[in-house]
């Protein structure tokens, strides 16, 4: 912080565990991604070459070497392993990943249909030598997924080997834990956290209402992911209360009742 003000809460620092901010890179520029750097690496945690993306992307890996030296974890977005793992090319992707120095890899089956045990096998398998996200959740709008099988698969793939858990919402933010208006699906996410802890779930948040929503449930340090590279330091602003949105949640009642109208 540039100038130190009072009530402002705690924020985790890196390498932290929790109160994560992951990025999507949707095919930024070499120059673009050197701003993202500039502006905002001391609150990136996780960098997602968002989809397949990477596959198109110039001086790639000098992109990804930027990344890693301002200590972000760096890895490809899940559609791209999907891609892979339809086509029988699962060497492939490891070749390609390691080409690239990536130590971070999504295990997702939101675009295809696996087997639930084959995921997870899959997860422990890539958890012997590299730090596992997998995300749970469908991508395509319509398909409803109980919350008792949400909580199931959350569990056992946090059981096989997974950092975290990504709560689907495609870039969208208009599937998965969110209604097709893009409004948060309240008792999915509360019978969810009753038996998976919030610190292990990142919850793809892309637009400002839902990051609002998920820093007024869980505090300042929540994991939230699919954040545009141009939203950082407004979501920081957020966590922080330095934003309208969350302007008075964390000041003293005595402050509040003054002030509020």
Not at 35 to 64: A, I, M, N, R
Request: charged content about 25%.
């Amino acid at each position: 912080m540039n100038v130190q003000l009072t009530h402002i809460p705690e924020r985790t620092v890196k390498n932290r565990t929790h109160g994560l901010t992951m990025v999507m890179d949707k095919g930024l520029s070499l120059r673009q991604s050197e701003e993202l750097v500039e502006s905002s690496h001391p609150y990136v945690d996780l960098l997602k070459l968002g989809f397949g993306t990477s596959v198109f992307s110039p001086q790639l890996k000098e992109k990804v070497k930027m990344y890693q030296k301002a200590n972000f974890s760096v890895y490809v977005g899940g559609t791209l392993f999907e891609a892979f793992y339809v086509r029988g090319q699962i060497d492939a992707y490891k070749r390609y990943i390691d080409s690239l120095g990536l130590d971070t890899v999504e295990v997702s089956d939101g675009s295809m249909v696996l087997p639930h045990d084959k995921k997870c096998q899959l997860i422990s398998e890539f958890a012997k030598d590299y730090k596992v996200l997998s995300e749970v959740g469908s991508k395509e709008e319509g398909i409803l997924i109980s919350p008792a099988k949400w909580i199931k698969m959350m569990q056992t793939e946090l059981q096989a080997g997974s950092w975290k858990v990504i709560a689907e919402a495609r870039e969208s933010g208009t599937v998965g834990i969110y209604r097709p208006s893009g409004q948060a699906h309240v008792m999915l996410i509360n019978k969810i956290i009753q038996k998976v802890k919030p610190e292990d779930i990142i919850w793809e948040a892309p637009k400002k209402p839902q990051q609002v929503y998920f820093i007024k449930q869980f505090g300042p340090n929540v994991n939230l992911g699919n954040i545009a590279e141009n939203e950082v330091i407004p979501l920081e602003c957020l966590r922080g209360g330095l934003r309208g949105d969350t302007f008075f949640d964390f000041l003293p009642s005595n402050i509040v009742e003054q002030f509020k109208s």
